[in-house]
Structures are given as C-alpha cells and as structure tokens.
C-alpha cells in the first residue's frame, strides 16, 4: 500500500465525530490518517490548514501526530474548543511540541520590547506571575498596562482565565492585539484602549469582579487607583503590582532625582497602604524591580 493512500474513508456520525480509528474531523473537513497514523490529507480553509505530514494547525495551535499515538476524535462546536482526545503520551508530546513553537514567539515579543523600548515585565518577575497563575486558576484577569501583551500572554499560558487589559497607547495596543491572535488568545481577551482611571471607575460601578489584579500601569497613579482595585478584587483574589522599587529609588534615603520624585512618594504611600490594610496579606520582594502580592482575605 501506498504510504500516501488513505486507509479508510472516515464516516460522521450527527456529532461530527469520526467513526473509525483512522481519521478525524476539523471544522466538517475530512483528515486522513495513515497507516502510522499520522495526518496526511486535509482540505484546507483559513483556519484549518495542512502544516505537514506529521502535523496540523487548528485555530493556529499545532498538533503533532507522531507514530505510536493515534487521533481519536475531535468535539464538533466549529473546533472552538480545540479539545482533541489523545492519549496521555500523545498529549505530553503535544503539548511539548506547541510550547515550544510559542516560546519562541514570546522571544521575539521581548526582542522587539527591548528593541523599542517598551517597558515589559522583568524575566523572574514574570515567572513568579506565571506561578501565582497556575497556583491560583483566575477565571478572570485585570491587568492596567497590556503594553505589546507579553505578561498578559504569559498569564494566559498558565491559567484558563480570561483577560482584560487596559493600555492608554493605541499603537502598543494594537500590536497586543496582534500578539494575542498570534497565539489564538483573541477569544480569551478585551481589551480596553483608554486611560486605566476611566475604565476601573466604570468597572467598580457595574460590580465586576476579579480573581487576579495585575498592577504595571502608571507607577505615580496606584495609590490613586488603589481603593478601586480593592473594590475589584473578589476576595481570596490576588493583587500583584510590579516595579514598587522604582530604580531601587523608593528605597533610597536622600535626595531623588526630581523626575522621579512625586512617582517615589506616590510609591512609598501605595506600599505603607498595602502593609496596613488588614484585609490583605502581602509580601514584598526584592527582586528585579520590586513587586508585591497581596491576597484579600477579607
Ligand atoms: C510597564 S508597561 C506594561 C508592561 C506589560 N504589563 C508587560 O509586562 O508586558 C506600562 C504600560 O502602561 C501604559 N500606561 C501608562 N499610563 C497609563 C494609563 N494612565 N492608563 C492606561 N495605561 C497606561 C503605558 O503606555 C505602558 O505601555
């Protein structure tokens, strides 16, 4: 037999799911499997596309088949939900496979941050953001600052929530949007392009609540935005706010530089806030510019 020729035909069932071991169904389309189960013939449309033999992009998420673990099925609903049944080694080298086709993508986001100078999160700063994710399950994310999006992709890598963000520049936010689609988080993000005061105001006023806050916007405006962010995070919800060293100059005794001055003193106050508010439990740490995080426990 032709290593290229299909094995079997593939039959639907009403739900769209393939009746043999064989082949799958991706957006009604018919995707052969060889006899080494890997994918060999799919018709193409713009979300669905032909990657290669041994792979295929669905909603622009790779999936690699590789020879010993088969395809089973995919859930009909338009593959919205991109939920392929494999089997456990299957999903490992998967999932192996799509982390690191987006690590480099979330590379070159740093690259072009740093080419531009556009201030993004710090690398262990944004691994502890990472853990505070995974440990915490947010179904719902606040974030004051997207800039290009890189934490608030690293958020979405770790967690099933979803993410709204606020940048006041349209340029950085547009270039976000593009980021989040290049990683398929378009359906997991608003966006709000506008000043961060205006929209949390708004949000306080319809009652929303959050699981997690992500602190990065204008340094010399937390103390401003403070009470309304409590008022935002549901409790047993997570305040984490970035760069509250300022430079180190927060912590400096004597004079600071008169530019950064009224940010230093709107910092200090934010942080003796922080520390006095019973209703939460916070922890500051020294490390790369400084952040902190707050639970509500009240
Ligand atoms: C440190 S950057 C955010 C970095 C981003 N969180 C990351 O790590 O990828 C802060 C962002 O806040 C935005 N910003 C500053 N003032 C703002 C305001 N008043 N409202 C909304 N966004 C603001 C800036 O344009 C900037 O892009």
Do not use: W
């Given at each position: ?78 593959c ?9 080694k ?77 940048e006041?520049?349209?340029e ?7 980021n ?15 000043d ?9 006023n ?53 530019k ?10 934010f ?28």
């Amino acid at each position: 037999m032709n290593e290229r020729e299909p094995k079997n035909d593939i039959k639907l069932d009403d739900n769209c799911r393939n009746s043999d071991e064989n082949s799958v169904i991706i957006q009604d389309h018919k995707i052969k499997l060889d006899e080494n189960c890997r994918v060999f013939d799919m018709k193409n449309d713009e979300k669905c596309r032909n990657l290669d033999v041994n792979s295929v992009i669905i909603h622009d998420n790779l999936f690699n088949n590789d020879e010993i673990c088969r395809n089973n099925n995919m859930k009909d609903d338009n593959c919205r939900n991109n939920k392929i049944r494999f089997d456990e080694k299957r999903r490992k080298y998967d999932k192996k496979c799509l982390e690191e086709q987006k690590d480099n993508l979330l590379q070159g986001i740093k690259d072009y941050a740093k080419e531009n100078f556009i201030p993004i999160v710090r690398e262990d700063t944004a691994k502890r953001l990472a853990v505070v994710c995974r440990d915490y399950s947010p179904n719902k994310i606040l974030e004051i600052g997207t800039a290009i999006g890189y934490s608030g992709i690293i958020m979405l890598k770790n967690c099933s929530a979803h993410l709204f963000t606020i940048e006041k520049e349209g340029e950085r936010a547009s270039l976000a949007e593009e980021n989040f689609k290049s990683y398929n988080f378009s359906d997991r993000v608003t966006q709000f392009v506008d000043d961060a005061q205006i929209v949390i105001e708004k949000m306080c006023n319809s009652g929303e609540k959050f699981d997690l806050i992500f602190l990065d916007g204008p340094k010399g405006q937390y103390v401003k935005y403070y009470p309304y962010l409590k008022k935002l995070l549901a409790k047993g919800g997570v305040l984490f706010c970035d760069n509250i060293n300022l430079l180190g100059y927060v912590k400096q005794e004597g004079k600071i530089p008169h530019k950064h001055r009224s940010m230093v003193n709107n910092l200090r106050k934010f942080i003796e806030i922080l520390q006095n508010d019973s209703d939460f439990e916070t922890e500051f740490y020294d490390i790369d510019d400084g952040y902190s995080i707050s639970k509500k426990v009240f």
